[in-house]
């Protein structure tokens, strides 16, 4: 079904694995559109109640977008490259209401570290290297980079990242809080599973609730707490709310129907 994806769908977890590795995972065009595409899939599908974003091989997670595609691009073509991938991918992802988690697999530079970013939190593995190399190619970061990645480490970390476009290892990564766990290769996908075990157990339609009310921090005219007002009051016309006060109240587990 896809060339440069892969994905499965196993115990309320899809997992999208990018799938390009003699091109360490760039993220090409097709790529981006099958990873959209793939996104959609999952996040209408009742059964997926989180989704795990992975790449292929020991050796990356995605290297960047995929340089051999833009090295002739003009400037009204690369502010669209920057917009459709944002609006593809990258703001699309950030947006879903299904937690996604990136499980960084090995170079998470440019586009790569973007993806990893746009998901709701991240995990690496201690071969991980991370960075935003773009100013190295007379760029810079056009995937969301130089918003996110100074919301997750702060300002001055960012502009040292962003300036030098240098790269950081996973324990570099865990002390900026850039990725919330370090583990080994084999490690990293059963850890994203077992964090995935912990968010399923909760509210779905809470959490997409959380997750609309965090991201409006981020908004430009947004007021946050309104924001948060508001989905905190819908969230007691949910079916999830009888259910998880219920079985507080009758000392039982909640068996959330998600909706
Ligand atoms: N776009 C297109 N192709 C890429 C790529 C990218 N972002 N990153 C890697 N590749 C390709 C290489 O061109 C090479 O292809 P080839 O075998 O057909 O020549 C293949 O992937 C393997 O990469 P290679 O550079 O040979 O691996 P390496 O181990 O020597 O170096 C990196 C690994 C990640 C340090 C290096 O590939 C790199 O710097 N990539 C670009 C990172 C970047 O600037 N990303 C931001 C883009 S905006």
Known sequence: MYTNIITSQNDGITTI?????????????????ELHAAFRVADVDADTK??????????????????????????????KLAAKGQELLFD???????????AVNG????????????????IASDN???????????????YGGTQRLPQLVGKGRAMEMIMTAG???????????????????EELVPL????????????????????KSVNAAYEDGV???????????????TEDFKEGTTAFLEKRKADFPGK
């Open 17 to 33: 694995t990018i799938n390009r590795p003699s091109k360490l995972n760039a993220l090409n065009k097709e790529t981006i559109q």
């Open 50 to 79: 989180v989704i795990i974003i992975t790449g292929n091989g020991e050796k990356a997670f995605v290297a960047g977008a995929d340089i051999s595609e833009f090295a002739d691009f003009s400037v009204s073509e690369g502010g």
């Open 92 to 102: 699309y992802v950030a947006n879903l209401s299904t937690p996604v988690i990136a």
């Open 107 to 122: 170079f998470a530079l440019g586009g790569g570290l973007e993806l990893a970013m746009a998901a709701h939190f991240r």
């Open 128 to 142: 991980a290297k991370m960075g935003l190399p773009e100013v190295s190619l007379g760029v810079i970061p056009g």
């Open 167 to 185: 790269m950081i290892d996973a324990n570099q990564a865990l002390q900026y809080g850039l990725v919330n766990h370090v583990t080994s290769l």
């Open 192 to 211: 994203a599973e077992k964090l995935a075990g912990k968010i399923m157990r909760n509210s779905s339609v809470a959490i997409g609730a959380a997750i």
């Open 223 to 237: 007021n946050g707490f309104n924001v948060e007002i508001e989905q905190f009051g819908n969230c007691f016309g």
